[in-house]
């Protein structure tokens, strides 16, 4: 049967165009191409995401992702939201460079940014790499998982087909780290620092020296309203993060969401004050016993309501600081 199937495979492969273009891609195509931009004079480049939430309309790549390609190897941050998206971005590489891709780093481990690692496990060597607390978003277990793995697979099965389809599946980190994780590639040194639990419990960055330029993950998220309402986050925790990533003092920035940028601190300021707006609106409701309806309603949310992602995200992020900041309160209490 195995020579057989081997047969069968040369009859179909043996055929076909020894570069792999879009039309034997293995995954169902996209129809809008990725958006790829250079860091200016360095060799990073980047991919911008739609702002809203996945979705037909924008093929379910909302997402930010990039690649770093230094004399060792190419170093790929996040691999978009979709198997198609993933091979999309590998695509781009390989026009782009023709050395080998060593690693993939999974900024945190959300759907809109690993699905797109199955076609670098199926179709490069390169190592997956990830800090150790995205093992428990396959673990599915609702103390624990900043979304529910399995459900979130099915509803992208029926919103984002034929791109995530039944063969769709999240692939596990090869390589996990706790704190901080170096690795020198060529002539780039990657900085990998954990950031979590803040947006989810696996949140990193990776700062790219000597170039200062700083793939954010979504601790940064510029001028989009971005996703809180999870058990893991926590904005205390988030704030810090953002307080370490200015000390970093990034030349570029590329945020999980949104714009790239070499306004650093202004990217950082949006998805800061943001917190905090949204936190003292809530302390106050916590603090006067108001109940999270009325105090949801009775804030003044026009700077933000016509941003992407309000519709879908504002008042679950609302609802969850409201809920962060009464367990706080009832800690205090009980003090
Ligand atoms: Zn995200």
Not at 65 to 91: I, N
Not at 116 to 144: M, P
Not at 228 to 236: E, L, R
Request: proline share 6%; net charge negative.
């Amino acid at each position: 049967m195995r020579g057989l199937a081997a047969v069968l495979l040369c009859l179909a492969s043996c055929f076909a165009a020894p570069v792999l273009a879009d039309n034997t891609a293995p995954y169902a195509p996209i129809t809008i191409p990725l958006d790829l931009k250079q860091v200016p004079g360095k060799p990073i480049w980047y991919s911008t995401g739609n702002p809203g939430i996945p979705g037909k309309d924008n093929e379910g790549n909302t997402s930010n992702a990039g690649f770093v390609v230094t004399s060792g190897g190419v170093a790929v941050f996040d691999a978009l939201g979709t198997p198609s998206l993933g091979w999309a971005l590998l695509q781009a590489i390989h026009k782009t460079s023709d050395k080998p891709i060593r690693y993939v780093i999974a900024s945190h481990y959300h759907a809109d940014h690993i699905y797109g690692l199955q076609a670098f496990k199926d179709h490069t060597d390169a190592l997956i790499v990830a800090q150790e607390r995205s093992g428990e978003y396959k673990e599915n277990n609702e103390e624990t998982a900043d979304e529910k793995a399995d459900a979130r697979l099915e509803q992208r099965r029926g919103a984002l087909y034929p791109w995530v389809d039944d063969k769709t599946r999240v692939v596990p980190p090869d390589i996990t780290f706790r704190d901080r994780m170096t690795i020198v590639l060529g002539d780039r040194t990657l900085t990998l620092i954990y950031a979590g639990p803040a947006h989810s419990s696996s949140d990193m960055m990776m700062m790219v020296e000597p170039d200062k330029v700083l793939f954010a993950g979504d601790i940064v998220q510029n001028s989009r309203i971005p996703h809180m309402n999870s058990d893991d986050v926590s904005t205390v925790q988030w704030l810090k993060a953002l307080a370490e990533v200015e000390k970093l003092d990034p030349a570029f920035i590329i945020p999980g969401h949104g714009t790239s940028s070499t306004q650093a601190k202004q990217a950082i300021a949006f998805t800061r004050d943001y917190i905090h707006y949204v936190r003292d609106a809530m302390t106050k409701a916590v603090q006067d016993w108001v109940d999270f309806d009325v105090a949801y309603n009775r804030t003044d949310w026009s700077k933000y309501k016509d941003m992407p992602a309000f519709a879908a995200n504002n008042r679950g992020n609302a609802y969850r600081i409201f809920l962060e900041l009464e367990q706080a309160q009832f800690k205090a209490d009980k003090q």
